[in-house]
């Protein structure tokens, strides 16, 4: 049960904000939140436990919402270094985490 | 840099042959993940090992089979390659055995095209 993720894609300017959506059929358990640049490794952003807590650290956050398994990534002000693919994973067993479809997000100067 | 390292970097092969990726998690991990990425692709979960014995599995296909050594790499083994198997590999590690909400770290991955 693969996670839907929407929008597919962003495109943004310098400076604008941008929500990623992250939801599934599941109950969670956590989610997690990466970034993926062209040809290179995904990049941890961060993990949401189930409690509906929101975390962040600079102008990325997220919040998580148990009851309607979802979650939103909230991109503030942003930087061209934003640019890649967001990919959302999902647990909601042990050992597994099942990645959405992710979400291009380009940044223009 | 996430400590996770692949090897090899690129590999050309054609259809019908078998190749073997190998992954060296972080230092202290005991998890190893292997995913599968298709162009434009997500990430496909193949399998997950812990300190030496399978935990989980996902999408993997019987041509495919993975292990985990005593010193804690892992080696995933391609066989019998058709063209839909290239791809992008990617070996992630976690410290324990991924249960709930535990990081993964990702390696470089290894590119793999089938002629």
């Known amino acids: 049960q693969q996670p839907v993720q929407s929008p597919q894609a962003v495109i943004l300017r310098e400076g604008e904000d941008a929500v990623i959506n992250c939801s599934s059929s599941k109950a969670l358990y956590s989610v997690h939140w990466y970034r993926q640049k062209h040809g290179e490794a995904p990049v941890f952003l961060m993990i949401l436990l189930k409690g509906g807590e929101q975390k962040g650290h600079d102008k990325i956050s997220a919040s998580f919402n148990e009851k309607k398994q979802q979650s939103s990534l909230y991109l503030t002000a942003s930087q061209l270094s934003y640019s890649g693919t967001y990919f959302c994973?999902?647990?909601?067993?042990?050992?597994?985490?099942?990645f959405g479809t992710g979400t291009r997000l380009q940044v223009f100067p | 840099d996430s400590g996770v390292t692949q090897t090899p970097k690129h590999l050309i092969t054609a259809t019908g042959q078998r190749v073997t990726l190998r992954c060296s998690p972080r230092s202290g991990d005991l998890s190893v993940y292997w995913y599968q990425q298709s162009l434009d692709q997500g990430l496909q979960f193949l399998i997950q090992y812990y300190n030496g014995e399978e935990r989980a599995k996902g999408n993997i296909l019987e041509r495919f089979s993975a292990q985990q050594f005593p010193d804690l790499h892992s080696e995933l083994n391609l066989s019998s390659l058709e063209l839909g198997d290239s791809a992008l590999y990617f070996c992630a590690s976690s410290v324990e055995s991924g249960t709930h909400g535990e990081t993964q770290y990702f390696g470089p991955g290894t590119r793999l095209l089938v002629l």
């Open positions: 994973g999902t647990e909601w067993n042990t050992d597994k985490l099942i």
